[in-house]
């Protein structure tokens, strides 16, 4: 009599496709918030800051000029003579920054300024830097960026915890010969060492735990048949067709709902 034919199941691909898109959205995450903690909030309180030098250099230029006997000559020695009011904590803008920073060259043209449309200096000033021409409402403090590497940290680790997961599952497999189950972490189960098997979550989560107590030590084994084998009818179910080989070598106590009534 030839021996039955061993059942593999693989991983499914409802396992790999929410593992890789949960990869990706945890690495996304992850680089967001490296970005963010380490040069985009630097880079959005520089905006903040030179953004609202913008204003007041309209106000002093219309009280200068209230007269309006200004000139062109006198308005940019003074405007060349100011610096943007950044604040003591160098922590929080962008490396390397030149201070004191005199006021943006634009707020030194006489011309430009005159109209009196701070709104319109710095969406020319914002365009012509590559800057976003909506500037922060509110400047980032030290520990607002520190919390953008803290949770950088901790997307960065469910990243690799995904990915280890990921790898570990596409390497291993469930296996059914005529004599034993080979769970997916490699141990091999006769079925004469299985006492237990509780099927309660079989039909809603496709999970089953055998208990198994002999030569291959106790413990429980899971058979996870969404992640291996899945239920798919093109493929004749895979993970049915495990179980049922199970079963039919079972012989000890099995664990199911009981309807009342």
Known sequence: MNAPEQIVCKPTPWFTLRAVAMLAMFSVFAVLFFIDGTTGYHKKNFAYYVHATF????????????????????WKEFASEQTVGFPADRDILPKGLDLPMPWPKILTDYGKVKPLQPHLLWQEYSGENRMNKTPPEQPFDAGKIREQIIVFYICLA?????LFFLVRTARRSVRADGEALIAATGRRI???????LDLRKWDTKGIALIGYDGA????KAKIDGLTYGGFKKEQDEPAERLMARIRENFSGEIIEYTSVG
């Open 55 to 74: 204003e007041p250099a309209t106000k002093e230029f219309a009280r200068m000029n209230s007269g309006g006997d200004l000139t062109p000559t006198a």
């Open 158 to 162: 469910l990243a690799l915890s995904t």
């Open 190 to 196: 006769p079925y004469s060492d299985m006492k237990t």
């Open 216 to 219: 291959s030590g106790s413990g």
